[in-house]
């Protein structure tokens, strides 16, 4: 172990593993696009579905950290004199990004189920 | 104002002070979104480089830390190593070769520590340095409302500079550019060097931490001419 990476490893020692409400949307909407999915797409999807407008810059930090997770994949498409010579980024949900997506849902139905106080619509 | 062309201070504002790897990706889709507000496209950018900074810092803290003190040790064995050289008292105003000397030298230190931030934190050396700076910036207000008794005496060129910041880097700046303006009669001299003085360390630590610098084309995604 070089002395150099020492903070690095003990930095990615203590990184959370589960999934906040943000990714869960950004996840979601990954799936919902399939291929060809990248930012403004993304952010897009995001706005029309959830009714709520996202900055490019909280969508690409989320996908960042999914990426990290190992729950989201990326590769970069063909420069476009349109974006200004710059490519697109394309993000696609891994196997395990799907597992975990199934798995959070499942845990919100069951507590959802669980929980009397939020039968019936009242607030 | 409507434009047709992205605005280039927030490109030059992402390009540098962005601290995520999609950086370049960011900029093409807002390319690919933008409407021809300028304001829309800044506001944007600005929120890219906060989550980006933010993210960066909260998801390395350690190294964090390790950037921090790194930067205060530096600073701390250049600010005290004026009082015990003896190079303080009237004869550091009077003699310019010595002021001048001592301003150069805080310059190249300052630029020296942000440097060496950057160096140590390798991939993370642009949230690093900004930290950096955000710290020792928002330290001065801090100091200056809530008061600090420092233990060591201070050079004589803080001089005009309040007592509070002697410890900060914006210190030595405040005191150079305190002792331009009293010798040309200029009002609020305290207050406008300290300003002054908090420009001149950010600028000096942007440029010594490599954030002025034009980014790695090899870090950057492909691009065409």
């Keep these: 172990l070089q002395r150099g990476y020492f903070f690095s490893y003990i ?75 710059r490519a697109k980024k394309y993000f696609h949900v891994t196997g395990r990004g799907l597992r ?24 | 104002m409507r434009s047709t062309h992205p605005p280039k201070f927030a490109v030059w504002l992402l390009q540098h002070f962005g ?3 999609n950086t370049e990706s960011l900029i093409g889709d807002l390319n690919e979104q933008y409407g021809g507000s300028r304001l829309w496209y800044l506001r944007q950018a600005i929120v890219a480089i906060l989550v980006s900074f933010f993210q960066e810092i909260s998801a390395h803290k350690l190294i964090a830390v390790r950037a921090l003190l790194m ?16 190079l303080v008292g009237p004869r550091y105003i009077q003699d310019r070769s ?14 020296f520590g942000a440097w ?25 207000p801090i100091m200056l409302t809530v008061g600090w008794y420092s233990p060591f005496a201070y050079p004589a060129v803080l001089l005009g500079a309040p007592a509070e910041i002697s410890f900060l880097w914006v210190a030595p700046f405040a005191g150079y550019c305190a002792y331009t303006l009293s010798r040309f009669g200029f009002p609020f001299e305290s207050v406008t060097s300290v300003w002054c003085g908090s420009i001149l360390m950010a600028v000096t630590m942007l440029l010594g931490g490599r954030l002025l610098s034009s980014p790695s084309p090899s870090k950057m995604p492909r691009t065409v001419a």
């Design chain 1, 11 to 85: 930095d990615k020692m203590r990184k959370r593993d589960y999934l906040g409400s943000f990714e869960v949307i950004v996840m979601l909407a990954l799936i919902r696009l399939g291929d060809g999915a990248y930012g403004v797409p993304i952010s897009l999807e995001i706005a029309r579905t959830a009714g709520r407008d996202v900055a490019l810059g909280s969508v690409y930090a989320a996908l960042e950290r999914l990426e990290q997770k190992g729950l989201v994949s990326s590769e970069l498409g063909e420069p476009t004199t349109a974006r200004g010579g």
């Design chain 1, 100 to 123: 975990e997506i199934r798995e959070t849902k499942r845990l919100f139905s069951q507590l959802w189920k669980d929980s009397p106080a939020l039968e019936g619509g009242k607030a």
């Design chain 2, 19 to 21: 601290s995520s790897t």
């Design chain 2, 71 to 86: 930067g205060w040790t530096v600073k701390t064995a250049w600010l005290l190593f004026f009082p015990i050289t003896g």
């Design chain 2, 98 to 111: 010595l002021l001048l000397a001592s301003a150069a030298g805080s310059i190249v230190v300052c630029a």
């Design chain 2, 116 to 140: 060496l931030v950057s160096r140590i934190s390798g991939p993370l050396y642009r949230p690093m340095v900004l930290l950096y700076i955000v710290v020792e910036l928002l330290a001065v």
